[in-house]
């Protein structure tokens, strides 16, 4: 984000000379072996770049798993915290607090002028927000609302006869929840009965009853999964975690129309691909408005790294919600509302989205020229929109992590041997042609390890 950053050499430099040994011995001492960290400690960030105990620099196309999307210190975002601080972070859901409400009518205002008049989903009159700490968080009240929907429907008999004939007046067995093959909803119980990984599932079996995968963008499949006793369907429009992969359009119709059939609320998850990643506000905005969702879910980019999640519902979700049913002690706090505020007021203009957009393609075009003499060795393709992309390698990508590294890039894996690329959202041009070159580099480097192995 400096000026003229992109200008300077880089060097190939192994990162795990320069660890901070005191902050690595006291994770392995006192830490739970959850994570697999290269042997660097970072110490502070400046726009796209961060920077390790020893001073080294590294240009970030991680953001944290997509989550600075105005970079590291932003300076606004920065006084914003350190003057909410100074008044008030923290009242519970026990009083009312001036942020929460401001940034629910900027989320629910922000969307709806997306799509014509007369739109359904979160895009009728009437949508609400309810907040919480993450998006796992956020994706655990989706679910729940999905089930007490489901209920409410059996119980007001606001069914048509396959669905009152598949459940029999019993509001229990209109609880069953839809998940798709690759798609990443989080770890907690819920979340993870949906994330179809048996990598992260295994461990923790027996997950909750009722959940199902299908295959992702397959019709007929999801067409016989999601059926008279769903009550909830939960897609990514794009995913992340599973390798930067499109819902195509004519799925995504046909499960709204599946939805509508059977009586089962549909769910975004756009966590990770929301709120501008894609160059638009919501991935989902890239589809016709007759695929509106009834629930969207976001957390990631919010608040730019202070915790935060958020459930946007549609009327008809909002209006069976009561008090009791869903709480949170830190969720809508004034300092992750106050600082949401800002980051959707940056990210919601036309400039900025453009911008997104224009990274975006400047990435893909640069790295269609490094990477084309390697397509069919070490790379298979590269896919994504906006800064959204993935590289997807013949091979685990952690030796190409580490080479890019050494190399002050920092990048993160997703599935199939995918390289995910997730720079904040307002990386410079120049930075961004600085990383795909360091990826070019990598690649070559790769190409001729494996030559000679």
């Given at each position: 984000?400096?000026?003229?950053?992109?200008?300077?050499?880089?060097?190939?430099?192994?990162?795990?000379?320069?660890?901070?040994?005191?902050?690595i011995?006291?994770?392995e001492?006192?830490?739970l072996?959850?994570?697999a960290?290269?042997?660097?400690?970072?110490?502070h960030?400046?726009?796209s770049?961060?920077?390790?105990?020893?001073g080294?620099e590294?240009?970030?196309f991680?953001?944290?798993?997509?989550?600075?999307?105005?970079?590291?210190?932003?300076?606004?975002?920065?006084?914003?915290?350190?003057d909410?601080?100074?008044?008030?972070?923290?009242?519970?859901?026990?009083?009312?607090?001036e942020?929460?409400?401001?940034?629910?009518?900027?989320?629910v205002?922000?969307t709806t002028?997306?799509?014509?008049?007369?739109?359904?989903?979160?895009y009728?009159e009437?949508?609400?927000?309810?907040?919480s700490?993450?998006?796992?968080?956020?994706?655990e009240?989706?679910?729940k609302f999905?089930?007490?929907?489901?209920?409410?429907?059996?119980a007001?008999?606001?069914l048509?006869?396959?669905?009152?004939?598949?459940?029999?007046?019993d509001?229990?067995?209109?609880s069953?929840l839809?998940?798709f093959?690759g798609g990443?909803?989080?770890r907690?119980?819920?979340a993870?009965?949906?994330?179809?990984n048996?990598?992260?599932?295994?461990?923790?079996?027996?997950?909750i009853?009722?959940?199902?995968?299908a295959?992702?963008?397959?019709?007929p499949?999801m067409s016989?999964?999601?059926?008279?006793?769903?009550?909830?369907v939960i897609v990514?429009?794009?995913?992340?975690?599973g390798?930067?992969?499109?819902?195509?359009?004519?799925?995504?119709r046909?499960?709204?129309?599946?939805?509508?059939q059977?009586?089962?609320?549909?769910?975004?998850?756009?966590?990770?691909?929301?709120?501008?990643?894609?160059?638009h506000l919501?991935a989902?905005?890239?589809?016709p408005?007759d695929?509106?969702?009834d629930?969207?879910?976001m957390?990631k980019?919010l608040?730019?790294g202070?915790?935060?999640?958020a459930i946007?519902?549609?009327?008809?979700?909002a209006?069976i919600?009561?008090?009791?049913?869903?709480?949170t002690?830190?969720?809508?706090?004034?300092?992750?509302c106050?600082v949401?505020?800002?980051?959707?007021?940056?990210?919601n203009?036309?400039?900025?989205l453009?911008?997104?957009?224009?990274?975006?393609?400047v990435l893909?075009r640069?790295?269609?020229g490094?990477l084309?003499?390697?397509?069919g060795?070490?790379?298979?393709?590269?896919?994504?929109t906006?800064?959204?992309r993935?590289?997807?390698?013949?091979?685990?990508?952690s030796r190409?992590?580490?080479?890019?590294?050494?190399?002050g890039?920092?990048?993160v894996a997703a599935?199939n041997?995918?390289i995910?690329?997730?720079p904040p959202?307002?990386?410079s041009?120049?930075?961004?042609?600085?990383?795909?070159?360091?990826?070019g580099?990598?690649?070559?480097?790769l190409a001729?390890?494996?030559?000679?192995?």
């Amino acid at each position: 984000m400096r000026p003229g950053a992109c200008s300077r050499l880089y060097h190939a430099t192994p990162a795990t000379a320069m660890a901070s040994p005191k902050a690595i011995d006291n994770t392995e001492r006192f830490m739970l072996n959850t994570y697999a960290r290269p042997a660097l400690v970072l110490s502070h960030g400046n726009g796209s770049y961060v920077y390790d105990t020893t001073g080294r620099e590294y240009l970030d196309f991680t953001a944290g798993i997509a989550v600075t999307a105005l970079g590291h210190s932003h300076p606004e975002v920065a006084a914003i915290v350190a003057d909410q601080a100074t008044k008030l972070v923290h009242c519970s859901n026990l009083y009312h607090n001036e942020w929460a409400p401001t940034l629910a009518q900027r989320i629910v205002a922000a969307t709806t002028k997306a799509y014509p008049q007369g739109a359904q989903g979160i895009y009728a009159e009437g949508a609400r927000v309810f907040f919480s700490n993450s998006g796992t968080e956020a994706n655990e009240g989706a679910l729940k609302f999905a089930r007490k929907h489901g209920k409410h429907v059996v119980a007001a008999g606001k069914l048509g006869k396959a669905v009152s004939d598949a459940v029999q007046g019993d509001p229990n067995l209109k609880s069953g929840l839809v998940s798709f093959t690759g798609g990443f909803h989080g770890r907690s119980m819920g979340a993870l009965s949906l994330t179809a990984n048996p990598k992260y599932q295994k461990p923790f079996t027996p997950l909750i009853p009722g959940a199902v995968t299908a295959k992702y963008n397959s019709i007929p499949e999801m067409s016989a999964f999601v059926d008279e006793r769903t009550c909830g369907v939960i897609v990514e429009p794009i995913q992340g975690e599973g390798g930067i992969h499109a819902a195509h359009v004519d799925f995504m119709r046909a499960l709204r129309r599946r939805c509508d059939q059977v009586g089962a609320l549909l769910i975004y998850d756009e966590i990770q691909c929301g709120l501008g990643r894609s160059g638009h506000l919501w991935a989902h905005h890239m589809l016709p408005a007759d695929c509106s969702p009834d629930i969207v879910t976001m957390a990631k980019p919010l608040a730019n790294g202070i915790p935060i999640g958020a459930i946007l519902v549609s009327p008809k979700v909002a209006e069976i919600i009561h008090t009791g049913d869903h709480g949170t002690t830190f969720g809508g706090n004034p300092l992750a509302c106050r600082v949401g505020c800002t980051v959707l007021d940056h990210i919601n203009t036309p400039e900025f989205l453009a911008h997104v957009k224009e990274a975006g393609e400047v990435l893909e075009r640069e790295l269609s020229g490094l990477l084309a003499p390697f397509i069919g060795s070490v790379v298979i393709e590269q896919r994504g929109t906006g800064l959204l992309r993935g590289i997807q390698l013949s091979s685990d990508p952690s030796r190409l992590i580490e080479l890019a590294r050494d190399r002050g890039l920092l990048l993160v894996a997703a599935a199939n041997n995918t390289i995910r690329l997730v720079p904040p959202l307002n990386t410079s041009i120049a930075d961004i042609k600085k990383g795909a070159l360091i990826i070019g580099d990598c690649v070559k480097q790769l190409a001729s390890e494996q030559t000679t192995a």
